[in-house]
Protein backbone atom coordinates (compact mmCIF):
# COMPACT_ATOMS: atom_id res chain seq x y z
CA UNK A 1 0.00 0.00 0.00
CA UNK A 2 1.38 3.61 -1.33
CA UNK A 3 1.45 6.20 1.59
CA UNK A 4 -0.02 9.82 1.11
CA UNK A 5 3.48 10.79 0.61
CA UNK A 6 4.83 8.14 -2.00
CA UNK A 7 1.52 8.52 -3.94
CA UNK A 8 1.95 12.54 -3.81
CA UNK A 9 6.26 12.12 -5.01
CA UNK A 10 4.77 9.36 -7.96
CA UNK A 11 1.74 12.07 -8.72
CA UNK A 12 4.43 15.23 -8.68
CA UNK A 13 6.68 12.94 -10.69
CA UNK A 14 4.31 12.39 -13.40
CA UNK A 15 2.65 16.02 -13.28
CA UNK A 16 5.60 18.36 -11.48
CA UNK A 17 3.90 21.08 -9.95
CA UNK A 18 0.66 20.48 -10.84
CA UNK A 19 -0.48 18.26 -7.64
CA UNK A 20 -1.94 20.17 -4.22
CA UNK A 21 -2.62 17.71 -0.96
CA UNK A 22 -4.89 18.26 1.33
CA UNK A 23 -6.49 21.12 -1.39
CA UNK A 24 -9.75 22.87 0.51
CA UNK A 25 -12.59 22.14 -1.75
CA UNK A 26 -14.30 25.61 -0.12
CA UNK A 27 -11.89 26.91 -2.92
CA UNK A 28 -13.64 25.59 -5.92
CA UNK A 29 -17.67 25.33 -5.08
CA UNK A 30 -19.37 28.66 -5.70
CA UNK A 31 -21.40 27.61 -1.87
CA UNK A 32 -17.44 27.98 -1.05
CA UNK A 33 -18.20 25.04 0.96
CA UNK A 34 -16.23 21.33 1.16
CA UNK A 35 -13.40 19.42 3.45
CA UNK A 36 -9.87 18.74 1.60
CA UNK A 37 -9.34 16.47 -1.41
CA UNK A 38 -6.31 14.26 -0.78
CA UNK A 39 -5.31 15.20 -3.95
CA UNK A 40 -5.89 18.08 -6.34
CA UNK A 41 -5.19 18.61 -9.92
CA UNK A 42 -6.31 20.87 -12.90
CA UNK A 43 -4.68 19.20 -16.28
CA UNK A 44 -3.10 21.02 -18.50
CA UNK A 45 -3.84 19.04 -21.69
CA UNK A 46 -5.49 16.11 -22.50
CA UNK A 47 -2.34 14.40 -22.25
CA UNK A 48 -2.21 15.10 -18.71
CA UNK A 49 -5.55 13.63 -18.39
CA UNK A 50 -4.47 11.01 -19.44
CA UNK A 51 -2.10 9.95 -17.62
CA UNK A 52 -3.84 10.72 -14.15
CA UNK A 53 -7.05 8.76 -15.77
CA UNK A 54 -4.60 6.01 -16.40
CA UNK A 55 -2.23 6.23 -13.21
CA UNK A 56 -6.06 6.31 -10.39
CA UNK A 57 -6.81 2.98 -12.81
CA UNK A 58 -3.56 1.09 -12.38
CA UNK A 59 -3.46 2.10 -8.72
CA UNK A 60 -7.02 1.49 -8.08
CA UNK A 61 -7.44 5.38 -6.40
CA UNK A 62 -10.75 6.92 -7.06
CA UNK A 63 -11.03 9.76 -9.82
CA UNK A 64 -13.74 12.58 -9.19
CA UNK A 65 -14.18 15.17 -11.66
CA UNK A 66 -15.30 18.65 -11.13
CA UNK A 67 -15.86 21.64 -13.10
CA UNK A 68 -16.23 24.68 -11.81
CA UNK A 69 -18.35 23.14 -9.12
CA UNK A 70 -21.33 25.08 -9.19
CA UNK A 71 -23.79 22.93 -8.49
CA UNK A 72 -21.60 20.69 -6.01
CA UNK A 73 -22.07 20.33 -2.39
CA UNK A 74 -18.69 18.61 -0.77
CA UNK A 75 -19.24 17.06 2.49
CA UNK A 76 -17.07 18.89 5.40
CA UNK A 77 -15.24 15.75 5.70
CA UNK A 78 -13.52 16.53 2.17
CA UNK A 79 -13.06 13.86 -0.72
CA UNK A 80 -11.04 10.95 -0.88
CA UNK A 81 -8.67 10.36 -4.20
CA UNK A 82 -7.73 12.13 -6.65
CA UNK A 83 -10.08 15.28 -7.36
CA UNK A 84 -9.45 16.50 -11.40
CA UNK A 85 -10.80 19.81 -12.05
CA UNK A 86 -11.89 20.17 -16.02
CA UNK A 87 -10.62 23.76 -16.24
CA UNK A 88 -8.77 26.50 -18.26
CA UNK A 89 -6.15 24.22 -18.63
CA UNK A 90 -8.92 22.81 -21.69
CA UNK A 91 -10.67 25.51 -22.99
CA UNK A 92 -10.08 25.34 -26.57
CA UNK A 93 -12.65 26.83 -28.74
CA UNK A 94 -13.09 26.69 -32.17
CA UNK A 95 -15.94 27.70 -35.26
CA UNK A 96 -16.44 26.15 -38.50
CA UNK A 97 -19.50 27.30 -40.17
CA UNK A 98 -22.28 27.32 -37.64
CA UNK A 99 -20.86 24.98 -34.93
CA UNK A 100 -19.12 25.65 -32.17
CA UNK A 101 -16.17 23.07 -31.04
CA UNK A 102 -15.01 23.71 -27.42
CA UNK A 103 -13.42 22.09 -24.60
CA UNK A 104 -14.71 21.01 -21.40
CA UNK A 105 -12.91 23.31 -19.61
CA UNK A 106 -14.36 26.58 -21.18
CA UNK A 107 -16.32 28.82 -19.05
CA UNK A 108 -20.37 28.44 -20.35
CA UNK A 109 -20.46 32.15 -20.64
CA UNK A 110 -17.30 32.26 -22.83
CA UNK A 111 -19.44 30.01 -25.38
CA UNK A 112 -22.71 32.78 -25.12
CA UNK A 113 -20.72 35.61 -25.56
CA UNK A 114 -18.14 33.59 -28.94
CA UNK A 115 -21.61 32.78 -30.34
CA UNK A 116 -23.01 35.97 -29.92
CA UNK A 117 -20.06 37.96 -31.39
CA UNK A 118 -19.77 35.65 -34.55
CA UNK A 119 -23.77 35.93 -34.70
CA UNK A 120 -24.47 32.80 -33.66
CA UNK A 121 -27.92 32.27 -31.70
CA UNK A 122 -29.55 29.78 -30.18
CA UNK A 123 -26.92 29.79 -26.64
CA UNK A 124 -28.71 33.12 -25.30
CA UNK A 125 -31.07 31.33 -22.87
CA UNK A 126 -27.77 29.98 -21.55
CA UNK A 127 -26.52 33.50 -20.32
CA UNK A 128 -26.53 33.97 -16.58
CA UNK A 129 -25.73 30.06 -16.13
CA UNK A 130 -22.39 29.68 -14.15
CA UNK A 131 -20.29 26.54 -14.35
CA UNK A 132 -18.20 24.91 -17.06
CA UNK A 133 -19.03 23.44 -20.28
CA UNK A 134 -18.45 19.58 -19.35
CA UNK A 135 -20.36 20.55 -16.22
CA UNK A 136 -23.37 21.56 -18.19
CA UNK A 137 -23.41 18.46 -20.19
CA UNK A 138 -23.28 16.44 -17.39
CA UNK A 139 -26.09 18.25 -15.98
CA UNK A 140 -27.95 19.32 -18.71
CA UNK A 141 -28.19 22.55 -18.13
CA UNK A 142 -31.01 25.04 -19.05
CA UNK A 143 -33.61 27.86 -17.93
CA UNK A 144 -35.61 29.58 -19.50
CA UNK A 145 -37.74 26.11 -20.65
CA UNK A 146 -34.54 25.47 -23.07
CA UNK A 147 -31.85 22.83 -22.58
CA UNK A 148 -28.27 22.89 -23.64
CA UNK A 149 -29.00 18.96 -25.27
CA UNK A 150 -30.79 21.49 -27.84
CA UNK A 151 -27.19 22.26 -28.84
CA UNK A 152 -25.57 19.49 -29.02
CA UNK A 153 -23.85 17.48 -31.97
CA UNK A 154 -22.02 15.44 -30.09
CA UNK A 155 -19.62 15.06 -27.44
CA UNK A 156 -16.01 13.69 -26.72
CA UNK A 157 -15.40 11.55 -23.76
CA UNK A 158 -12.77 10.13 -21.72
CA UNK A 159 -13.72 6.67 -20.25
CA UNK A 160 -12.17 5.52 -17.31
CA UNK A 161 -10.43 2.93 -18.81
CA UNK A 162 -8.52 5.68 -20.90
CA UNK A 163 -10.37 5.31 -24.19
CA UNK A 164 -11.59 8.22 -25.78
CA UNK A 165 -15.00 7.82 -27.65
CA UNK A 166 -17.77 10.13 -28.95
CA UNK A 167 -21.16 10.22 -28.51
CA UNK A 168 -24.14 11.83 -30.46
CA UNK A 169 -26.64 13.49 -28.95
CA UNK A 170 -29.08 10.64 -28.43
CA UNK A 171 -26.34 8.71 -27.01
CA UNK A 172 -25.82 11.23 -24.74
CA UNK A 173 -29.67 10.25 -23.64
CA UNK A 174 -30.48 13.90 -22.10
CA UNK A 175 -33.14 14.31 -19.91
CA UNK A 176 -34.26 17.01 -17.74
CA UNK A 177 -30.92 17.71 -15.62
CA UNK A 178 -30.06 14.36 -16.65
CA UNK A 179 -27.85 12.92 -19.01
CA UNK A 180 -25.82 9.19 -19.32
CA UNK A 181 -22.60 10.65 -17.69
CA UNK A 182 -24.78 10.95 -14.49
CA UNK A 183 -25.29 6.92 -14.74
CA UNK A 184 -22.38 5.97 -16.09
CA UNK A 185 -19.77 8.89 -15.38
CA UNK A 186 -16.52 9.37 -17.79
CA UNK A 187 -15.17 12.61 -18.92
CA UNK A 188 -16.23 14.73 -21.06
CA UNK A 189 -13.54 16.49 -22.83
CA UNK A 190 -15.14 18.06 -26.11
CA UNK A 191 -18.75 19.39 -26.99
CA UNK A 192 -19.73 20.19 -30.65
CA UNK A 193 -22.53 22.89 -30.62
CA UNK A 194 -24.32 24.01 -33.63
CA UNK A 195 -25.76 27.29 -33.72
CA UNK A 196 -27.95 28.93 -36.12
CA UNK A 197 -27.67 32.58 -37.93
CA UNK A 198 -28.87 35.86 -35.82
CA UNK A 199 -28.58 39.59 -35.48
CA UNK A 200 -25.90 40.45 -33.05
CA UNK A 201 -27.95 43.11 -31.97
CA UNK A 202 -31.24 41.03 -31.30
CA UNK A 203 -28.78 38.14 -29.51
CA UNK A 204 -27.59 40.92 -26.71
CA UNK A 205 -30.60 41.93 -26.51
CA UNK A 206 -32.06 38.53 -25.89
CA UNK A 207 -29.33 37.92 -23.32
CA UNK A 208 -29.69 41.49 -21.73
CA UNK A 209 -32.90 40.45 -20.94
CA UNK A 210 -32.38 37.29 -19.45
CA UNK A 211 -29.60 38.71 -17.36
CA UNK A 212 -31.85 41.56 -15.58
CA UNK A 213 -34.50 38.45 -14.90
CA UNK A 214 -31.52 36.65 -12.87
CA UNK A 215 -30.80 39.52 -11.67
CA UNK A 216 -33.98 39.82 -10.13
CA UNK A 217 -35.12 37.25 -9.00
CA UNK A 218 -32.08 35.15 -7.71
CA UNK A 219 -29.68 36.02 -4.54
CA UNK A 220 -26.36 36.58 -5.85
CA UNK A 221 -24.47 38.51 -3.59
CA UNK A 222 -24.16 35.02 -1.65
CA UNK A 223 -22.28 31.75 -2.33
CA UNK A 224 -25.11 29.62 -3.56
CA UNK A 225 -25.63 26.52 -5.85
CA UNK A 226 -28.21 27.79 -8.56
CA UNK A 227 -31.57 25.54 -7.39
CA UNK A 228 -31.30 23.09 -5.12
CA UNK A 229 -34.49 20.49 -6.08
CA UNK A 230 -35.38 19.83 -9.70
CA UNK A 231 -39.53 21.23 -10.72
CA UNK A 232 -41.59 18.31 -9.84
CA UNK A 233 -43.38 17.68 -13.32
CA UNK A 234 -46.10 20.75 -13.42
CA UNK A 235 -44.59 22.83 -10.51
CA UNK A 236 -41.81 24.79 -8.85
CA UNK A 237 -39.54 23.48 -6.10
CA UNK A 238 -39.56 27.11 -5.50
CA UNK A 239 -43.16 27.96 -5.34
CA UNK A 240 -43.71 24.59 -2.81
CA UNK A 241 -40.51 25.63 -0.53
CA UNK A 242 -41.92 28.99 -0.18
CA UNK A 243 -46.22 27.79 -0.07
CA UNK A 244 -44.67 25.58 2.95
CA UNK A 245 -43.32 28.87 4.91
CA UNK A 246 -39.93 27.64 4.47
CA UNK A 247 -38.63 30.86 3.19
CA UNK A 248 -35.67 32.31 5.52
CA UNK A 249 -35.68 29.24 7.40
CA UNK A 250 -31.58 29.11 8.74
CA UNK A 251 -29.16 26.23 10.18
CA UNK A 252 -25.70 27.59 11.02
CA UNK A 253 -24.69 29.40 8.14
CA UNK A 254 -26.82 28.38 5.84
CA UNK A 255 -30.16 29.73 4.71
CA UNK A 256 -33.30 28.99 2.85
CA UNK A 257 -32.93 32.16 0.45
CA UNK A 258 -35.65 34.88 1.70
CA UNK A 259 -35.23 35.88 -2.15
CA UNK A 260 -35.75 32.72 -4.02
CA UNK A 261 -36.61 29.49 -1.83
CA UNK A 262 -34.88 27.20 -4.16
CA UNK A 263 -31.26 28.84 -3.51
CA UNK A 264 -29.66 27.92 -0.24
CA UNK A 265 -27.12 30.37 0.58
CA UNK A 266 -24.05 30.46 2.63
CA UNK A 267 -24.09 33.59 5.21
CA UNK A 268 -20.46 33.36 5.83
CA UNK A 269 -19.72 30.04 7.89
CA UNK A 270 -22.13 27.35 6.39
CA UNK A 271 -20.77 23.83 6.67
CA UNK A 272 -22.21 21.18 4.00
CA UNK A 273 -23.84 19.11 6.98
CA UNK A 274 -25.96 22.85 7.66
CA UNK A 275 -27.34 22.78 4.03
CA UNK A 276 -27.97 19.29 4.23
CA UNK A 277 -30.54 19.67 7.50
CA UNK A 278 -31.87 22.08 5.47
CA UNK A 279 -32.68 19.84 2.42
CA UNK A 280 -33.59 17.27 4.46
CA UNK A 281 -36.30 19.75 6.33
CA UNK A 282 -37.10 21.15 2.95
CA UNK A 283 -37.72 17.40 1.82
CA UNK A 284 -39.79 16.39 4.38
CA UNK A 285 -42.01 19.04 4.71
CA UNK A 286 -42.70 18.95 1.26
CA UNK A 287 -43.59 15.62 1.63
CA UNK A 288 -45.86 15.86 3.98
CA UNK A 289 -47.67 18.77 3.12
CA UNK A 290 -47.87 17.78 0.03
CA UNK A 291 -47.36 14.63 -0.66
CA UNK A 292 -44.08 15.84 -3.16
CA UNK A 293 -41.06 13.75 -2.94
CA UNK A 294 -38.36 16.85 -4.23
CA UNK A 295 -35.47 15.44 -5.76
CA UNK A 296 -32.12 17.46 -5.54
CA UNK A 297 -30.57 19.03 -8.71
CA UNK A 298 -27.08 19.29 -6.54
CA UNK A 299 -24.60 16.77 -6.82
CA UNK A 300 -22.93 15.52 -3.64
CA UNK A 301 -19.24 14.33 -3.19
CA UNK A 302 -17.36 13.27 -0.48
CA UNK A 303 -17.07 11.80 2.92
CA UNK A 304 -18.21 12.40 6.24
C1 LIG B 1 -26.09 31.48 -9.38
C2 LIG B 1 -26.31 30.16 -10.05
C3 LIG B 1 -27.29 30.04 -11.03
C4 LIG B 1 -27.50 28.82 -11.67
N1 LIG B 1 -28.47 28.74 -12.64
C5 LIG B 1 -28.66 27.59 -13.29
C6 LIG B 1 -29.65 27.49 -14.32
O1 LIG B 1 -30.36 28.45 -14.64
N2 LIG B 1 -29.80 26.30 -14.95
C7 LIG B 1 -29.03 25.22 -14.64
O2 LIG B 1 -29.20 24.16 -15.27
N3 LIG B 1 -28.09 25.27 -13.67
C8 LIG B 1 -27.89 26.43 -12.99
N4 LIG B 1 -26.94 26.49 -12.01
C9 LIG B 1 -26.18 25.28 -11.64
C10 LIG B 1 -24.85 25.11 -12.38
O3 LIG B 1 -24.34 26.34 -12.78
C11 LIG B 1 -24.99 24.18 -13.58
O4 LIG B 1 -25.46 22.91 -13.21
C12 LIG B 1 -23.63 24.03 -14.31
O5 LIG B 1 -23.88 23.51 -15.58
C13 LIG B 1 -22.65 23.12 -13.58
O6 LIG B 1 -21.38 23.21 -14.21
P1 LIG B 1 -20.04 23.07 -13.35
O7 LIG B 1 -18.90 23.13 -14.29
O8 LIG B 1 -20.04 24.05 -12.25
O9 LIG B 1 -20.23 21.59 -12.79
P2 LIG B 1 -19.82 21.02 -11.35
O10 LIG B 1 -20.70 21.62 -10.31
O11 LIG B 1 -18.36 21.13 -11.15
O12 LIG B 1 -20.20 19.49 -11.53
C14 LIG B 1 -21.53 19.08 -11.72
C15 LIG B 1 -21.55 17.56 -11.95
O13 LIG B 1 -20.93 17.26 -13.19
C16 LIG B 1 -19.76 16.45 -13.03
N5 LIG B 1 -18.76 16.99 -13.97
C17 LIG B 1 -18.34 18.26 -14.09
N6 LIG B 1 -17.52 18.40 -15.15
C18 LIG B 1 -17.41 17.19 -15.71
C19 LIG B 1 -16.72 16.67 -16.86
N7 LIG B 1 -15.98 17.44 -17.66
N8 LIG B 1 -16.85 15.34 -17.14
C20 LIG B 1 -17.60 14.53 -16.36
N9 LIG B 1 -18.27 14.95 -15.26
C21 LIG B 1 -18.19 16.27 -14.95
C22 LIG B 1 -19.38 16.56 -11.56
O14 LIG B 1 -18.79 15.36 -11.10
C23 LIG B 1 -20.75 16.78 -10.90
O15 LIG B 1 -21.42 15.55 -10.69
C24 LIG B 1 -26.71 27.69 -11.34
C25 LIG B 1 -25.71 27.82 -10.35
C26 LIG B 1 -25.51 29.04 -9.72
C27 LIG B 1 -24.43 29.16 -8.69
Redesign the pocket.
Known amino acids: MLTEVSLYSELNALLPGRVRVDEPMKK????RIGGPADFFVEPASRQELSTIVNYSRNLGIPL?????????LVSDGGIRGIVV??GSG?NRLSIVDRDIKVE??AK?AQVVTVARDAGLGGFEF?T?????????????????GS??SELVRQVL?LRFDGAYTCKNKDAMKFGY?ASI??SE?????EVTFKGYSREKSEINQEMENYLAR?RAS???TY?????VFKNPAGDSAGRLIEAAGLKGLRVGDAQISPLHAN?IINLGAATARDVLALINRAREVINSKFGVELQP???F?GHE
Open positions: HTSWHIIGAGSNLKILAGLLGIPGNVGGAVVMNAGANSLIRLQPAIAVRQPLPNAGSFEVKA
